[in-house]
């Protein structure tokens, strides 16, 4: 407070706004400059990107776009990625590659026939969330990495056909309890091998690219370690206010506890609609089980780090779509809401 005070003496007002903006700025990653003017994003995931739905978001206002790496997908190898690229880019915007990077997924290209848990070593588990097809993995081993980093890796290669960047998913692979068991067999701590994997991977979009942008999407907790929140440009964080379910039944409006207290109760339970309690019961891990409160401490300390912060609520009652996007900005954070899915398009709020 004393240092504070003096500078304010010091300084003139608009001065000290700039210091104390480098000085948050210079905790965050070294792209994060290139998100300051986004206050509109959209996030689609599906694999059929081209026609009327294309034309809808490149004729958009969003200044963001997260789109799947199409070409990715196994069955989808001549996708015209760098054509939609080029689309989307015809208005100044930033387009992110969604990337599963604690998963393997099963319909990507660098998926084997032979593969499945325990084979190879490092597939370790099912979704437990109930997502068909995906595995976490214990992302510290070679083979996995190699997937993604250097010169012939996917992120080199994102990077090459003309995404601004990535935004990543299962970042909170690291607490997830199977891959707590692997690391514990492999004599690795996961948190801090997810932290160097994320910074691995900026580091190799940035060695084609030296403006791409790292996007870390939930695990919003390990901002709390500044190498991390250095080694990333941008936050984003799932169902904040309201979920879905992984079957997009129901596709949203489950809404979380509201504070660390209501967490666990039974006057929480009984307030879920029967879908949302549904998923609150055979989902004993799931965001259901979590506070609004508390991402909410996590996504103001990425703030203060100098970090953009977007939210991402699954909800599709008018009246939860507005409080979720009225308190995200509220709070500075940029507000998304969408089906669980995914999957359908709508203007820039």
Not at 84 to 102: N, S
Not at 155 to 169: H, K, S
Not at 305 to 332: C, E, M, P, S
């Amino acid at each position: 407070m004393a240092g504070t005070l003096t500078l304010r003496r010091l300084w003139p007002p608009f001065l000290l706004s700039a210091i104390i903006l480098f000085a948050a700025i210079a905790q965050a990653g070294p792209n994060t400059q290139r998100l300051s003017g986004v206050q509109s994003w959209y996030y689609h995931l599906g694999f059929s990107l081209e026609g009327r739905r294309l034309r809808q978001i490149s004729d958009s206002g969003y200044q963001m776009v997260v789109i799947e790496p199409i070409y990715t997908e196994a069955e989808n190898t001549d996708y015209p990625i760098e054509a939609t690229l080029a689309r989307l880019h015809q208005k100044p915007r930033i387009v992110l590659a969604y990337i599963d990077i604690g998963q393997a997924e099963e319909w990507r290209t660098y998926w084997q026939p032979n593969w499945r848990i325990g084979a190879p070593a490092w597939i370790v588990a099912n979704d437990p969330d109930g997502w068909e097809g995906n595995y976490p993995v214990a992302y510290w081993h070679p083979e996995w990495k190699q997937i993604w980093l250097g010169q012939n890796g996917l992120i080199a290669d994102l990077a090459r056909r003309g995404f601004d960047g990535v935004y990543l998913d299962w970042v909170e692979a690291y607490s997830d309890e199977s891959v707590i068991s692997a690391a514990r067999r492999d004599g690795k701590n996961p948190r801090r091998e997810m932290i160097r994997f994320v910074a691995q991977i900026g580091q190799a979009g940035r060695a084609v690219s030296p403006g791409f942008i790292v996007v870390a999407q939930n695990a919003a907790e390990l901002v709390a370690d500044r190498g991390y929140a250095r080694s990333i440009d941008g936050l984003a964080q799932e169902q904040v206010w309201f979920d879905g379910a992984a079957s997009n039944r129901p596709a949203g409006d489950c809404p979380l506890p509201a504070t660390e207290a209501d967490i666990e109760t039974s006057a929480y339970e009984n307030s879920l609609s029967r879908a949302c309690r549904r998923m609150y019961n055979d989902f004993p891990d799931s965001t259901l089980h979590v506070s609004s409160e508390g991402y909410i401490e996590d996504l103001t300390l990425a703030r203060q780090r100098g970090l953009k912060v977007f939210t991402v609520d699954y909800t599709v009652k008018r009246q939860n779509i507005i409080t979720a996007i009225t308190n995200a900005r509220q709070l500075g954070f940029v507000p998304f809401t969408s089906e669980r899915a995914l999957d359908v398009f709508h203007p820039p709020y």
